[in-house]
């Protein structure tokens, strides 16, 4: 539950009201209007627009869990049957690493990033977040469940570097 919120949160902020902004010209790149559902699987990125946003809170929301291969599956078919939240799951699943050790290399090169992330990256990121908080849970040892939650810590707080660096455009 807390990794959800944890999503929304950070996407609403990253959204809301007026989207997110290119640092290098002011112009918007993620606005308030969708241009239309997702016509096919777009492997690049999900969230484009506070619309897709609030559809990836709806799918969060409507339950998530891990299968044996460690992929993401969504708990309601219905769901899971939509293009977008096929669009979803192939995001999650293809372009989120899902291994401890490729997890924190990428929060340590993240951590040490010195300009703004790219709505790609960023999504990313927040991805990776909710991927970890969904492995720390599932650990059977304690040493496994630290380092995970470990991962999910300094993910999360690039998140909300990131998130401050953003507001202060």
Known sequence: MQAR?????TAWLCLWPKGLKDPRD???????????NHGGLNPQEFV?????????????LGGLEMDSD????????????MRQGRAFLAVF?????????LLEDMALTLEGQKRPLSPTSFETLLLGTVY????????????????WMDVLGRLAN???????????R
């Open 5 to 9: 919120r944890l999503w929304f949160i």
């Open 26 to 36: 002011g112009s918007v790149m993620l606005a308030d209007a969708s241009p239309g």
């Open 48 to 60: 484009k627009s506070v619309n897709d946003a609030n559809r990836m809170y709806e799918f969060l």
């Open 70 to 81: 460690n992929n993401i599956v969504m708990l309601d078919e219905e769901l899971a049957s």
């Open 93 to 101: 699943n293809d372009k989120i690493p899902k291994s401890l050790p």
């Open 132 to 147: 970890s908080a969904y492995q720390a849970r599932r650990q059977q040892t304690e040493k496994e469940q630290h380092a």
């Open 158 to 168: 690039v998140t909300f570097v990131e998130l401050r660096r953003a507001s202060k």
